[in-house]
Protein backbone atom coordinates (compact mmCIF):
# COMPACT_ATOMS: atom_id res chain seq x y z
CA UNK A 1 0.00 0.00 0.00
CA UNK A 2 0.96 3.78 -0.29
CA UNK A 3 3.27 5.22 1.94
CA UNK A 4 2.26 8.12 4.62
CA UNK A 5 4.99 9.21 6.67
CA UNK A 6 4.74 11.63 10.23
CA UNK A 7 7.62 13.35 11.57
CA UNK A 8 8.13 13.35 14.84
CA UNK A 9 6.83 9.92 16.23
CA UNK A 10 7.07 11.10 19.43
CA UNK A 11 7.39 14.57 21.06
CA UNK A 12 7.51 15.96 24.93
CA UNK A 13 6.54 19.51 25.37
CA UNK A 14 6.19 21.85 28.03
CA UNK A 15 2.68 23.45 28.81
CA UNK A 16 2.27 26.84 26.73
CA UNK A 17 4.83 25.78 23.91
CA UNK A 18 4.12 24.86 20.41
CA UNK A 19 4.38 21.63 18.60
CA UNK A 20 4.56 21.18 14.76
CA UNK A 21 3.71 17.53 13.31
CA UNK A 22 4.27 16.76 9.84
CA UNK A 23 2.60 14.41 7.40
CA UNK A 24 4.22 13.59 4.00
CA UNK A 25 2.27 11.34 0.95
CA UNK A 26 5.22 9.59 -0.29
CA UNK A 27 3.56 7.73 -3.07
CA UNK A 28 1.21 10.31 -4.45
CA UNK A 29 -0.22 13.69 -4.79
CA UNK A 30 -2.32 14.26 -2.17
CA UNK A 31 -4.92 16.89 -2.40
CA UNK A 32 -6.80 15.64 0.79
CA UNK A 33 -5.38 15.13 4.25
CA UNK A 34 -6.93 14.41 7.11
CA UNK A 35 -5.92 14.48 10.97
CA UNK A 36 -7.40 12.33 13.31
CA UNK A 37 -6.75 12.63 17.36
CA UNK A 38 -6.56 9.13 19.40
CA UNK A 39 -7.06 9.16 22.91
CA UNK A 40 -6.08 5.82 24.98
CA UNK A 41 -8.39 3.58 24.62
CA UNK A 42 -10.53 5.59 22.35
CA UNK A 43 -11.70 5.28 18.31
CA UNK A 44 -9.89 7.94 15.93
CA UNK A 45 -11.82 11.23 16.11
CA UNK A 46 -11.44 13.63 12.96
CA UNK A 47 -9.97 16.82 13.90
CA UNK A 48 -10.42 18.33 10.18
CA UNK A 49 -10.11 18.10 6.59
CA UNK A 50 -6.38 19.71 5.32
CA UNK A 51 -6.92 20.92 1.53
CA UNK A 52 -3.92 21.43 -0.63
CA UNK A 53 -3.85 25.60 -1.22
CA UNK A 54 -6.67 26.23 0.47
CA UNK A 55 -8.19 26.84 4.10
CA UNK A 56 -8.69 23.37 6.43
CA UNK A 57 -12.05 22.42 7.32
CA UNK A 58 -12.82 21.53 11.03
CA UNK A 59 -14.65 19.54 12.51
CA UNK A 60 -17.14 20.79 14.99
CA UNK A 61 -15.64 21.57 18.59
CA UNK A 62 -11.88 21.27 17.39
CA UNK A 63 -10.53 24.98 17.93
CA UNK A 64 -9.03 25.83 14.65
CA UNK A 65 -7.05 28.72 16.37
CA UNK A 66 -5.36 25.89 18.14
CA UNK A 67 -4.89 23.50 15.87
CA UNK A 68 -3.08 25.26 12.97
CA UNK A 69 -3.35 23.54 9.73
CA UNK A 70 -1.22 24.09 7.02
CA UNK A 71 -1.36 21.98 3.52
CA UNK A 72 1.35 23.73 1.83
CA UNK A 73 1.82 21.43 -0.87
CA UNK A 74 0.60 17.90 -2.35
CA UNK A 75 2.35 16.05 -0.64
CA UNK A 76 3.31 17.74 3.26
CA UNK A 77 0.31 18.87 5.83
CA UNK A 78 1.22 20.12 8.85
CA UNK A 79 -0.55 20.44 12.32
CA UNK A 80 0.96 22.66 15.15
CA UNK A 81 -0.69 22.65 18.21
CA UNK A 82 -0.73 26.54 19.97
CA UNK A 83 0.18 26.72 23.52
CA UNK A 84 -0.23 22.97 24.22
CA UNK A 85 -1.67 21.82 27.71
CA UNK A 86 -1.65 18.61 29.03
CA UNK A 87 -4.79 17.81 27.73
CA UNK A 88 -3.92 17.93 24.35
CA UNK A 89 -1.57 14.88 25.46
CA UNK A 90 -2.62 12.58 22.48
CA UNK A 91 -2.05 10.65 19.68
CA UNK A 92 -2.35 12.18 16.30
CA UNK A 93 -2.69 10.88 13.22
CA UNK A 94 -2.76 11.92 9.31
CA UNK A 95 -4.00 10.19 6.78
CA UNK A 96 -3.73 10.84 2.53
CA UNK A 97 -6.21 10.33 0.40
CA UNK A 98 -5.28 9.58 -3.41
CA UNK A 99 -6.47 11.94 -6.01
CA UNK A 100 -7.96 8.96 -7.83
CA UNK A 101 -9.94 7.58 -4.94
CA UNK A 102 -12.92 8.56 -2.89
CA UNK A 103 -13.43 6.01 -0.17
CA UNK A 104 -9.28 5.31 0.33
CA UNK A 105 -7.19 6.55 2.79
CA UNK A 106 -3.80 5.59 3.85
CA UNK A 107 -2.56 6.27 7.53
CA UNK A 108 0.51 7.72 8.89
CA UNK A 109 2.32 6.09 11.77
CA UNK A 110 1.08 8.73 14.49
CA UNK A 111 2.38 11.00 16.55
CA UNK A 112 2.71 10.52 20.55
CA UNK A 113 2.32 14.04 22.11
CA UNK A 114 3.27 14.19 25.42
CA UNK A 115 2.71 18.28 27.48
CA UNK A 116 3.92 18.27 30.69
CA UNK B 1 -26.05 12.46 14.11
CA UNK B 2 -24.46 9.50 13.26
CA UNK B 3 -23.06 6.42 15.70
CA UNK B 4 -21.03 3.56 15.25
CA UNK B 5 -21.15 1.04 17.80
CA UNK B 6 -18.58 -1.99 18.20
CA UNK B 7 -20.07 -4.34 20.34
CA UNK B 8 -16.97 -6.05 22.52
CA UNK B 9 -14.50 -4.03 23.90
CA UNK B 10 -12.45 -6.91 23.86
CA UNK B 11 -12.43 -10.91 22.06
CA UNK B 12 -9.86 -13.24 23.05
CA UNK B 13 -10.61 -16.94 21.52
CA UNK B 14 -8.45 -19.73 20.60
CA UNK B 15 -5.72 -20.12 17.69
CA UNK B 16 -7.13 -21.83 14.48
CA UNK B 17 -10.99 -20.85 15.74
CA UNK B 18 -12.97 -18.35 13.55
CA UNK B 19 -13.00 -14.53 15.15
CA UNK B 20 -16.22 -12.73 14.32
CA UNK B 21 -16.56 -8.90 15.25
CA UNK B 22 -19.65 -6.76 15.46
CA UNK B 23 -19.87 -3.38 13.76
CA UNK B 24 -23.48 -1.97 14.45
CA UNK B 25 -24.76 1.75 12.95
CA UNK B 26 -27.34 3.85 13.87
CA UNK B 27 -28.81 6.85 12.52
CA UNK B 28 -27.03 7.04 9.05
CA UNK B 29 -26.90 5.16 5.48
CA UNK B 30 -23.09 4.81 4.64
CA UNK B 31 -22.70 3.99 1.09
CA UNK B 32 -19.52 1.92 2.25
CA UNK B 33 -17.83 0.57 5.33
CA UNK B 34 -14.43 -0.11 5.83
CA UNK B 35 -12.38 -2.70 8.52
CA UNK B 36 -8.89 -1.54 9.98
CA UNK B 37 -6.08 -3.08 11.88
CA UNK B 38 -4.40 -1.11 14.20
CA UNK B 39 -1.40 -2.52 16.26
CA UNK B 40 -0.05 -0.44 19.33
CA UNK B 41 1.63 3.19 19.19
CA UNK B 42 0.88 2.45 15.11
CA UNK B 43 -1.94 4.07 12.48
CA UNK B 44 -4.73 2.24 11.20
CA UNK B 45 -3.64 0.06 8.74
CA UNK B 46 -6.67 -1.04 5.56
CA UNK B 47 -7.80 -3.93 5.62
CA UNK B 48 -11.28 -4.47 3.59
CA UNK B 49 -13.80 -2.07 2.38
CA UNK B 50 -17.44 -3.31 1.27
CA UNK B 51 -20.29 -0.84 -0.21
CA UNK B 52 -23.58 -1.14 0.29
CA UNK B 53 -24.69 -2.90 -2.83
CA UNK B 54 -22.72 -5.98 -1.12
CA UNK B 55 -23.68 -8.83 0.65
CA UNK B 56 -20.17 -9.99 1.73
CA UNK B 57 -16.07 -9.91 0.42
CA UNK B 58 -13.31 -11.71 1.18
CA UNK B 59 -9.93 -11.44 1.10
CA UNK B 60 -7.35 -14.61 2.39
CA UNK B 61 -8.83 -15.25 5.88
CA UNK B 62 -10.84 -12.69 6.61
CA UNK B 63 -14.61 -12.01 5.29
CA UNK B 64 -16.72 -9.31 5.68
CA UNK B 65 -20.59 -8.92 5.49
CA UNK B 66 -22.59 -5.44 5.03
CA UNK B 67 -26.11 -6.01 6.37
CA UNK B 68 -28.19 -2.50 5.47
CA UNK B 69 -31.39 -3.86 6.61
CA UNK B 70 -29.91 -4.87 10.13
CA UNK B 71 -27.55 -1.88 9.72
CA UNK B 72 -24.51 -4.17 10.79
CA UNK B 73 -21.09 -5.62 9.53
CA UNK B 74 -19.57 -8.97 10.65
CA UNK B 75 -15.53 -9.45 10.14
CA UNK B 76 -14.65 -12.92 10.84
CA UNK B 77 -11.09 -13.98 10.85
CA UNK B 78 -10.95 -18.05 9.93
CA UNK B 79 -7.80 -20.20 11.27
CA UNK B 80 -7.34 -17.35 13.59
CA UNK B 81 -3.44 -16.95 14.47
CA UNK B 82 -1.85 -15.49 17.76
CA UNK B 83 -0.30 -12.57 14.80
CA UNK B 84 -3.49 -11.37 14.22
CA UNK B 85 -3.62 -9.76 17.82
CA UNK B 86 -4.27 -6.38 17.60
CA UNK B 87 -7.48 -3.80 17.83
CA UNK B 88 -9.70 -3.77 14.63
CA UNK B 89 -11.88 -0.54 13.95
CA UNK B 90 -14.68 -0.31 11.57
CA UNK B 91 -15.76 3.05 9.57
CA UNK B 92 -17.92 3.74 8.19
CA UNK B 93 -18.16 7.05 5.59
CA UNK B 94 -20.21 10.17 7.08
CA UNK B 95 -19.79 12.39 3.66
CA UNK B 96 -18.95 10.21 0.03
CA UNK B 97 -18.41 13.98 -1.39
CA UNK B 98 -15.63 14.74 1.01
CA UNK B 99 -13.91 10.91 1.75
CA UNK B 100 -15.13 11.49 5.65
CA UNK B 101 -15.37 8.72 7.88
CA UNK B 102 -16.10 8.05 11.26
CA UNK B 103 -14.37 4.94 13.01
CA UNK B 104 -16.22 2.92 15.97
CA UNK B 105 -14.13 2.39 19.08
CA UNK B 106 -13.00 -0.65 17.98
CA UNK B 107 -12.43 -4.30 19.41
CA UNK B 108 -9.42 -5.75 20.83
CA UNK B 109 -8.81 -9.03 19.44
CA UNK B 110 -6.68 -11.09 21.30
CA UNK B 111 -5.44 -15.32 19.84
CA UNK B 112 -3.81 -17.14 22.11
CA UNK B 113 -2.06 -20.04 21.15
Known amino acids: GAVVSQHPSRVICKSGTSVKIECRSLDFQATTMFWYRQFPKQSLMLMATSNEGSKATYEQGVEKDKFLINHASLTLSTLTVTSAHPEDSSFYICSARPPTSTDTQYFGPGTRLTVL | SQKIEQNSEALNIQEGKTATLTCNYTNYSPAYLQWYRQDPGRGPVFLLL?????KEKRKERLKVTFDTTLKQSLFHITASQPADSATYLCALDMDSSASKIIFGSGTRLSIRP
Open chain 2, 50 to 54: IRENE
